[in-house]
């Protein structure tokens, strides 16, 4: 098999600078927190991209979105609405949930060597989707597919869930 490489799951480093802010930013984040929650619509338009990391632009956080949308489309025949971990990136690790109605829950953790465990991330993804599904049936409030969910409420909401896996 000549001509064949094998991929490291590890980031490659290319000068002693960038190591050091990957070395640096690792210890900051002594456990794995919520970076951004994205709700996505089920024509894989963005109604909600929540950033809770400044430190990364929020287009980044949109790209890995994007890519995680194509691994829901990839695992489309699967049954169950979670979908656990959709992909890594560097230091960060997205995962999925789909709805009944086909809308996306993504979360995507600042990861560092501590476990990600599936009960807590599942418990993340209920009370977001338990959210969502309150959103949903107030008779006064429409969910424009254009414009995306303009709620402070449910923004909030979002907040809570990242401050409770922050403090776990």
């Known amino acids: ?6 991929l490291s799951s590890e980031p490659r480093v290319h000068n002693t600078t960038q190591m050091t802010s990957l070395s640096q930013r690792s210890v900051s984040h002594s456990l794995s927190s919520i970076a951004c929650i994205a709700i996505i619509g089920k024509l894989n338009n963005p109604l909600l991209v929540k950033c809770l990391d400044s430190s990364v ?37 997205a995962y999925g949930y789909q709805t009944n ?43 424009d597919e254009k414009q995306g969910i303009k709620s402070t409420k449910f923004e909030s909401k979002i907040e809570q869930v990242a401050a409770k896996w922050t403090k776990a």
Do not use: W
């Open 1 to 6: 098999m000549t001509g064949v490489s094998k």
């Open 57 to 93: 632009p929020e287009r980044d956080f949109h790209l890995l979105c994007y890519s995680a949308c194509d691994v829901f489309d990839e695992r489309s025949s699967k049954t169950d609405s979670y979908f656990g971990l959709l992909l890594c990136f560097e230091d960060y690790a």
């Open 101 to 143: 109605t086909k809308n996306k829950i993504i979360i995507i953790f600042n990861h560092s060597d501590a476990a990600i465990k599936d009960q807590e991330v599942k418990s993340a993804f209920k009370e977001i989707h338990e959210a969502l599904i309150g959103l949903s049936c107030n008779p006064f409030f429409i969910i």
